[in-house]
């Protein structure tokens, strides 16, 4: 079944995170969803087909001027609607309800009442814990409404017209503060909209090979092959969709971890892949000489990532498409008003527009959880399948100040030992990110009786869900000393460690 026919969900997006969140929980109930902005025109929504449609939440006040507001046609269109928070409000406003500043805000864990338990509601008790965060309640439900919950201080915590299919409420059912969210989710879907839940991701994988092949025709494609898993999920697609039509670019840029190169060129040279695996490392190094800004580091080493990976493609001669691993996240963030602004990153593997290749994305629709299940699916090695997010620019901005290959020695090495023990500790899926940042510290030590000066290596560990924020983790005590100890027994130039305790904000992840 092509994507054209899927049974879809729109989530129209009133900012915030909600509406990914969202997202997210539809596919889980193997019905696809898409984000559209709230103020999509009303043909588009209607051209697209969707068997319901949901109202996110947003940090917006719904009767003050300027608010989000879609076009009230969507609650005409006979499809079912959801509204949820912000969206609650918004469709009781739009129907003629009484919409007004909650007499006390509520936020977190509360108990709903529910008076009907019909609709979304079907086979709820009569006290549901749900999660809240509001300011502004539904006073009075529009005509047709019947109120299905109320709390002890909210008079509509939700409500339904069963003839119209359209529901409203007030918490989060997206969140796993709302026990039964999933459950509501899986009604509205399954018995309000009548989805059937054909969306998974081996057909994704079907449809998309087959999309790539029509696309390719007998053209040449070629993609930057760094071994993360968006990369190597994409280019994996297209390797099974036009084989040997697609050429992979490896360029080892010198500051990757450990037995990295070898690991990411032996992977798919074992799947076939025609791969170039281009060794640059005393090139970036020398680019590198004498730099400590962390900023022209990151210049530096993409623009010379661009120039090495161009000369490559020179080489091919003609070639039609490039493969990149956009990630849904990635297309709502350029693609939505509403979304909020995410720092952009250099990233190296962002590649010149003027190469005047067509782009193909095949995971442009897909959460990186469901591009980690869909590596899976296609056999991908654990090790890249899980691999902890690396940023382009590599180890060069975990040494602060300049990067030299003595440094890049010691990192490396230190930066082994840590995922090895994460790893040997169970906790390595867990954690978003651990690795070994060397400062541009050195400090006394004994050694034996043997005074040192040598350098400090901090260790980091976060966890995180998109990068966008994290925490530090609480890694148990023997790990860390487990660490500290094979760092220092092993690693030459190393005389001390220690571990950074800040989540972000404040800090960031990386270092530089
Ligand atoms: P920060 O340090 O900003 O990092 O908290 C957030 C996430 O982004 C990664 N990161 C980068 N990725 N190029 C990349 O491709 C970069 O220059 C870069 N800087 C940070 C970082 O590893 C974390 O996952």
């Known amino acids: 079944m092509a994507l054209e026919d899927q049974e879809r969900i729109i989530i129209l997006d009133f900012g915030g995170q909600y509406a990914q969140l969202i997202a997210r929980r539809v596919r889980e109930q193997k019905v696809y969803a898409e984000i559209l902005p709230f103020d999509t025109p009303l043909a588009e929504i209607k051209a697209r087909q969707p068997r319901g449609i949901i109202f996110s939440g947003g940090p917006a006040t719904v009767f003050v001027p300027g608010a989000p507001k879609c076009d009230p046609g969507v609650l005409a269109l006979g499809v079912p609607v959801l509204g949820?928070?912000?969206?609650?409000?918004?469709?009781?406003?739009?129907?003629?309800?009484?919409?007004?500043?909650?007499?006390?805000?509520?936020y977190g864990r509360t108990i709903v009442t529910v008076d009907e338990p019909r609709g979304i509601l079907q086979d709820w008790e009569r006290q549901e814990q749900c999660w809240m965060s509001h300011g502004v309640e539904v006073d009075e439900p529009p005509a047709g409404f019947t109120v299905l919950a109320h709390t002890a201080t909210t008079p509509v915590a939700a409500m339904g017209d069963f003839t119209r299919n359209l529901y409203g409420v007030q918490f989060h059912p997206e969140v796993v503060h709302t026990p039964k969210g999933e459950l509501l989710i899986r009604r509205f879907l399954y018995d309000i909209c009548g989805c059937t839940g054909k969306w998974d991701l081996g057909s994704f994988a079907e449809e998309a090979i087959a999309a790539i092949k029509e696309q390719v025709g007998n053209?040449?494609?070629?993609?930057?092959?760094?071994?993360?898993?968006?990369?190597?999920?994409?280019?994996?697609?297209?390797?099974?969709?036009?084989?040997?039509?697609?050429?992979?670019?490896?360029v080892d840029h010198g500051l990757l971890r450990q037995g990295e190169a070898e690991q990411v060129v032996t992977t798919f040279r074992k799947r076939g892949f025609k791969l170039i695996h281009v060794d640059a490392r005393e090139r970036f190094l020398k680019r590198l000489a004498g730099v400590v800004d962390p900023e022209k580091k990151r210049k530096i080493i993409g623009e010379e990532f661009i120039r090495v990976f161009e000369e490559e493609a020179r080489r091919l001669g003609r070639v039609d498409f490039l493969v990149q691993g956009t990630v849904y996240p990635d297309v709502i963030e350029s693609g939505t008003a509403t979304a909020a602004t995410i720092k952009s990153h250099h990233n190296v593997g962002g590649l010149p527009e003027k190469m005047n290749l067509k782009l193909i994305e095949p995971l442009r629709l897909l959460f990186k959880d469901e591009v980690r299940?869909?590596?899976?699916?296609?056999?991908?090695?654990?090790?890249?399948?899980?691999?902890?997010?690396?940023?382009?620019?590599?180890?060069?901005?975990?040494?602060?100040?300049?990067?030299?290959?003595?440094?890049?020695?010691?990192?490396?090495?230190?930066?082994a030992i840590v995922t090895e023990e994460v790893r040997a500790a169970g906790l390595y899926r867990k954690v978003w990110q651990a690795f070994a940042v060397l400062p541009d510290i050195k400090s006394v030590g004994v050694m034996g009786d043997e005074r040192t000066y040598a350098y400090t290596v901090a260790v980091r560990a976060v966890e995180s869900t998109d990068g966008m924020t994290a925490d530090w983790v609480r890694l148990p005590y023997e790990v860390l000393e487990k660490i500290a100890a094979r760092i220092v027994g092993e690693v030459p130039h190393v005389n001390r460690v220690v571990y950074d305790i800040t989540s972000k904000p404040p800090a960031t992840i990386e270092w530089e």
Do not use: N
């Not at 949820?84 to 509520?106: D, N, S, T």
């Open 84 to 106: 949820i928070c912000y969206g609650h409000q918004l469709m009781a406003y739009l129907l003629g309800g009484k919409v007004g500043p909650a007499e006390r805000r509520e």
């Open 219 to 250: 053209g040449q494609v070629i993609c930057a092959l760094s071994g993360g898993v968006d990369s190597s999920v994409a280019a994996t697609l297209v390797h099974w969709a036009v084989g040997d039509q697609l050429t992979s670019i490896f």
């Open 373 to 415: 299940r869909l590596g899976e699916e296609l056999g991908l090695p654990e090790e890249i399948v899980w691999r902890h997010p690396f940023p382009g620019p590599g180890l060069a901005i975990r040494i602060l100040g300049e990067v030299t290959a003595e440094k890049l020695a010691i990192l490396r090495q230190a930066d």
